[in-house]
């Protein structure tokens, strides 16, 4: 299969180096890690230990290939549609933390766009060099849910690659659910400045179920089935499998980058919004951060 992987930093350099081990991947990144890339290949440490040599490139204008799998962070998902909308595939995946990502993409790209959600841990270390920090899994299937050949076909490649992986049938439940635990553990973590685990026993337990609660209520009211309690419990199923991990908004502002807060925290408000459901703790947790990537100047 021809895969095009636009966003190689760190979750799209580990995905599209494990892809190359079976398929033709074109890489779509900066450099100098593009450059290092052409000039010695891709080295995956950590976890796992791999070395492909895939091409990579730093512009996705006008690729042509079976499947652009996009892992750019959620507010370059609208200008990486727009390259990739100057190309041709015959799918689209996204692999992004966050909401709203698919439908944006759909807007700009003209093929069936499909959601995923990946638990694999990945830190891009040097130029051609990423780290493996944790062996996870994906779930791939139709944006909105149900059946799809293309899903199916999608899976078999990822999974023809090493990369274990679930075709499923509820994306949307799927999504929200993620979203709940990102909402949950993203801006706390980065606020407190404490690895995933340390919000479990905390003061900020209370309100990061708080923050999954009211996702979960704005999801109900945008027609996805999940309840309160399984938002909760997926909140704490994940801060303690990932106790030690510190979060990607926490390395986010441990790095001075702005955050995806506007497609989690701020996605959870906006919705809510639309569909008439007060998100207090979601509304604070956002301004927080919004306030900290202003005072920064990332805003
Ligand atoms: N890292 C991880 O372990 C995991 C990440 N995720 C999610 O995956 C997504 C990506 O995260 P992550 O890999 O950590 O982020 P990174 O910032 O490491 O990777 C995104 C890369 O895409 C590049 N990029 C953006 N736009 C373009 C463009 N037009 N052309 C070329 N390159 C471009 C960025 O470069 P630049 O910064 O210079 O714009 C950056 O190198 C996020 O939604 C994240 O939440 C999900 C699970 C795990
Ligand atoms: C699930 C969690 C919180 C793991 O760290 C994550 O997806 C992130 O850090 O963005």
Not at 191 to 198: C, D, K, M, Q, T
Not at 281 to 298: D, F, Q
Request: glycine fraction near 10%; hydrophobic fraction near 45%.
């Amino acid at each position: 299969m021809d895969i095009v992987v636009f966003g190689a930093g760190s979750l799209g350099s580990l995905v599209g180096g494990l892809l190359a081990r079976e398929h033709d991947v074109t890489l779509v990144g900066r450099n100098p890690h593009v450059e290092r890339i052409e000039g010695d290949g891709l080295t995956i440490d950590g976890q796992l230990d791999v070395r492909v040599t895939p091409t990579a490139t730093t512009d996705g204008t006008d690729l042509t290939a079976d499947l652009a799998v996009v892992a750019v962070k959620a507010f370059d998902t609208d200008a990486a549609a727009r390259t990739l909308a100057t190309g041709s595939f015959d799918a689209a995946l996204s692999l992004q933390n966050g909401m709203g990502n698919e439908a944006t993409l759909a807007s700009h790209i003209d093929c069936p766009v499909l959601a995923g959600t990946i638990t694999y841990g990945a830190m891009l270390v040097a130029p051609g060099r990423v780290e493996c920090t944790g062996i996870g899994h994906l779930v791939v299937g139709p944006r909105d849910g149900g059946t799809d050949p293309l899903a199916d076909h999608t899976g078999a490649a990822f999974d023809a690659a090493g990369i274990e992986t679930t075709v499923a049938t509820d994306m949307p439940r799927r999504l929200w659910r993620k979203l709940a635990v990102n909402a949950a553990i993203n801006p706390i973590t980065a606020l407190a400045r404490v690895e995933n685990g340390a919000i479990l026993d905390s003061p900020a337990a209370d309100i990061a179920a708080s923050a999954a609660r009211e996702t979960a209520r704005v999801a109900r009211a945008d027609g996805v089935e999940l309840a309160d309690h399984d938002a909760v419990a997926a909140l704490e199923s994940v801060a303690s499998a990932t106790a030690d991990n510190r979060s990607s908004m926490l390395q986010d502002v441990e790095n001075d980058s702005r955050t995806e807060v506007d497609a989690i925290s701020g996605y959870v408000v906006d919705r809510a919004e639309e569909v008439d459901v007060k998100t207090p703790t979601n509304r604070t947790l956002a301004g927080a951060i919004r306030a900290w990537e202003s005072g920064r100047g990332l805003r």
